[in-house]
């Protein structure tokens, strides 16, 4: 397994692959494997064959966290994340870091202070001001809530596409709403890239993998459980009921939410998958999402009903 972190190095193997012939598939993650990431990784590998190469990136991109957000303490362990790597069969790994992504320009820095604001108040960076924003499918949920986020998403993602050439690229079905705008960024931008979404991965009590889940101590870790839980029951309620409006669903949810004593509920909608837009009859196919903090932490599930 190769470790790459320097962008002229990434780009130069990538066309490599690509004149060689070889499939690329990318899966970009911000670290702290767990293994919802590693089955995204077997995804990777069956969409480009055993000729095919994968790479996963590494990185804490500073630009989709909002300034009073866990861009410092969210959590790394790159020499664990590289074993587990090596051990899913990947090919290489690129772990380039802020400088890299948003200073370094031609092989000379473009800011005389690369590492000014980056991660800090403002989760911008000083030599940098090309973004991409997808402008529709990420008003709503997470777009509401981290009104900054989906620029930043988008914008790292589009800049992993020009540097590692994928053919096809693999993303959670934990975070539906990115998935679903960085489908359409591809295709509004024409790049030329599969986009694939893996299924989410539970804990054995439905609670979904994700690397936060590190922060969930003591008796939050049991709290954590009412986002699945509230899944749980919208399935069950539309199962039984076959069309249930969205309002009452929304209001049995927050209850459900408000039991846990250290549980808050940020948002909860109801909406097409493809489209994202909000229904106000909740049918079986529908898509639910919600966050919810618990203590500090805010975790985010979705699934179809
Ligand atoms: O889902 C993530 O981990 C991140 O949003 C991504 C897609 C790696 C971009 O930083």
């Known amino acids: 397994m190769q470790r790459v972190a320097s962008i002229a190095a990434m780009q130069r193997l990538a066309r490599q692959w690509q004149r060689a012939g070889k499939h690329i598939g990318l899966v970009p993650t911000m670290g702290y494997l767990h293994a919802g990431h590693l089955s995204l990784v077997k995804r990777a590998r069956q969409a480009v064959g055993k000729n095919g190469v994968v790479a996963v990136s590494i990185y804490v991109n500073p630009v989709q966290f909002g300034p009073k957000e866990d861009f410092s303490k969210y959590p790394r362990d790159l020499k664990r994340d590289l074993k587990l790597c090596r051990d899913a069969g990947v090919d290489v790994v690129f772990v380039p870091d802020d400088r890299e992504m948003y200073e370094r320009r031609g092989g000379s820095l473009s800011s005389p202070d690369p590492r000014k604001n980056l991660g800090s ?26 009104p900054t986020h989906f620029r930043g998403v988008t914008t790292v993602v589009a800049k992993l596409f020009n540097l590692v050439l994928p053919d096809v690229a693999v993303f959670g079905a934990k975070d ?9 960024m591809a295709a509004d931008l024409n790049f030329p ?35 699945w839980c509230s899944i749980q029951m919208a399935r069950a309620t539309v199962k039984k009921l076959k069309a249930f409006p969205a309002a009452g669903l929304k209001t049995a949810v927050k209850k459900l939410v408000a039991c846990e004593p250290d549980a ?22 529908a898509h639910m999402a919600l966050a919810v903090f618990v203590g500090k932490t805010r975790l985010i599930d979705n699934a179809r009903l």
């Not at 108040?121 to 981290?146: I, N």
């Not at 804990?203 to 709290?223: H, I, P």
């Open 193 to 227: 890239v599969r986009i694939l979404v893996a299924p989410t991965l539970r804990e054995r009590d439905g609670l979904a993998m994700s690397s936060r889940n590190k922060y969930l101590t003591g008796g939050l870790r049991a709290q954590a459980t009412v986002l």
């Open 176 to 184: 539906w709403q990115q998935a679903t705008i960085i489908r359409r």
């Open 121 to 146: 108040t403002e989760s911008r960076p000083t030599g940098f001001s090309t973004y991409v924003v997808e402008e529709r499918l990420s008003r709503t949920m997470e777009g509401a809530a981290r």
């Open 264 to 285: 808050r509920l940020d948002y909860v909608e109801f909406f097409d998958p493809d489209t994202l837009l909000p229904v106000s009859k909740v049918k079986r196919g």
